[in-house]
């Protein structure tokens, strides 16, 4: 199905999933995940408007004569640091053990200086809280968007959701093209992602594509929390600001009139 790819191991070194001029995914933007060990080092320049993401692990990233070694333990517990570079700059990595890091890269002739976002600097918001009797609580992580970054073509963050809930909820959908990536604890997890009229299934490392508008909720089964990765691509003349709710489901958020669910409350 040309909307989910995976679940798959990967193994050391970067694994390509999908690339900008990709006509079946139709994302815009190169995706992989780059897996390091203890002593491996990366170097990568390209033309590329690039966003690095390390999902777990010790490294250290240098660029522009900046290093900087950061730790995040798991991408459950603790909020990503994330490295974000012009066209033409050259990155390196140095792993200090086993490490991940999800690479986004897409095209922008723009130049604007060079960033690595702290996990201080991460905007973590606990959504659906107080509505819908907590079926769709969960932590929104949202580092790189329009707000922030203008400039760029990316827009980049994370979601827990846990077990048994709802995220990416009410229905929505956007034109910007959307990848979402996926982990899951414990790792034999699995939840659903809603595309439209379609369901798919997923898992430890499944990424499903969000290119045709759909929209696309996500459930995690119960006894098992998910992690996943979200990366919009702005389109030229149409960022990505805020995403289209379907209205007829809107009302299930309204807390303050108390939104009438079944069973009623006693």
Known sequence: MKHIRGPQCYDYGYHEITTIDD??????MDFGIL?????????????LERAYLLISGKMTFEWEGNSVTVDRPDCFDYDPWVLHVANGVQVTFKAHGDTEIAVHRTENERTFPSKLYTPEECRSENRGAGTMREASTRIVRTVIDYSNAPYANLVVGEVIGFPGKWSSYPPHYHPQPEIYFYKFLPENGYGFAELGEDVVKTHQNSTVFITEQETHPQTTAPGYALWYLWVIRHLDG?????????????????????????????
């Open 35 to 47: 897996k390091l060990k203890e002593g491996d080092v990366f170097i990568e320049n390209q033309q």
């Open 238 to 266: 149409n960022p990505y600001i805020t995403p289209t709710f379907i209205e007829e489901h809107l009302w299930v958020t309204d807390s303050e009139k108390e939104a009438d669910m079944w069973p009623p409350q006693k």
């Open 23 to 28: 006509k079946i995914h139709n994302s815009l």
